[in-house]
């Protein structure tokens, strides 16, 4: 800011507050993630960067040990070609812990093998999927989330309405620091993905090893018209969707600076349409979904504009750019300037979000379903009573 003599700013923190005691400002600090505590106390207009879950290992890792049979138990995916990997917990409700003690990392299988290893673990566990999986698979369009029911899983679309991504990044967080969350030493995939998971001195997540997104300069269309995909950061509003409807985005923000990008050029009348983006982003084709790098000439791409296709004729690498993403709870996708359906990303989160309970819980109708032994988080255990 310039300075000029008519402006004056002055920075208060908590400590300038006689009303506040200092248990008051103790507890409220602890309500905040590392990266913004000095910014709330003191007022300064800083963003951390590091680690999202600056806790010690030694505090949340344990060995395994046999938990009891009655311990309601449950499981989160996040589905992909590149990698599915899914995370096993169990709920010891006397004490409000939290225990994940089993996982799943594999890549490059089709539903019906991801669905044969996760049954292994217990055939009649409920768990929750990356609303994403709603859209259809790579492999032939049908709906993932539909694949892995008719392979056996009783698998149902995580609520991410109820807190977002800093909702349940804090959460988690809440949990690690008060030690109500504990993790197998055994679960290796996941102790990796939580050391590398962290913020840019802008205090914005790096999602490595996740879906980017798109540059800053895509088109999406809303219902107030084709804004810049950048330009929708901190504002919220509805989206065209590929069922048609316009649908509540949020969370969009700069998932990654200066990435690799390839410009996807596509078919559009006598024309050709280009879209920036990360390699792994994915594009809903004819055939399902279908990342970047692995789109090939002849394929189409739904379009929910014209209600038609439009051919891919190629793509080329285009540098480095920053990119961006959103995430549309209802349907886990969006459209783009032309019309194509492109997929939002989403991290593997789900089991440790506190409205976990939410999305594991069964619908009306299916309680007949349920194992003697497994019961969401919340809610009476049959064996036990409580």
Known sequence: MDKKPERYVATIGWGDVPHLSKEACEKMLR?????????????????????????????????????????????????????TAAVWGAHDRDDDIIYIYSEYYQGHQPPAVHSYAIKARGENLIGCIDPAAAGASQVDGK?????????????????????????????????????????????????????????????????ENDHLCLHGDTLVITDTGRVRIADLVGARGKILSSDGGWHAYQNCTLTGEDEPVLSVLIKDGDKLAKTVCTYDHKFLTTRGWVEAE???RGMNLANIVTGGNNEFALS???????????????????????????????????????????????????????????????????????
């Not at 990266?35 to 999202?52: D, I, N, Q």
């Not at 505090?59 to 995916?77: G, H, K, N, T």
């Open 31 to 83: 309500a905040f993630p590392p990266h913004e505590r000095e910014a709330r106390s003191l007022g300064t207009p800083m963003l951390g960067s590091g680690k999202v879950y600056p806790v010690a290992e030694d505090e949340f890792l344990i060995d395994p040990f046999q938990m009891p049979s009655y311990w309601p138990r449950c499981y989160a995916m996040d589905v992909g070609w590149r990698r």
């Open 143 to 207: 709906s993932l989330i539909n694949e892995y029911r008719k392979a056996g899983l009783k698998v149902f679309p995580a609520n991410n309405r109820v807190t977002g991504q800093e909702g349940g990044i804090h959460n988690v967080f809440t949990r690690l620091t008060e030690g109500r969350l504990k993790i197998f030493r055994t679960c290796v995939n996941l102790i990796k993905e939580m050391r590398i998971y962290r913020r840019n001195e802008h205090g914005k997540i790096v999602k």
């Open 294 to 296: 692995k789109l090939q």
């Open 316 to 386: 080329v690498p285009a540098g480095n750019a920053d990119v961006y993403c959103l995430n549309v709870p209802d349907t886990g996708n969006f459209a783009i300037e032309n019309g194509v359906i492109v997929s939002n990303c989403d991290a593997l989160r789900y089991l440790c979000m506190s409205n976990m309970q939410h999305a594991v819980k069964l619908r009306k109708g299916s309680e007949e379903d349920e194992d003697e032994n497994v019961v969401p988080f919340r809610g009476r255990n049959k064996q036990t009573g409580y």
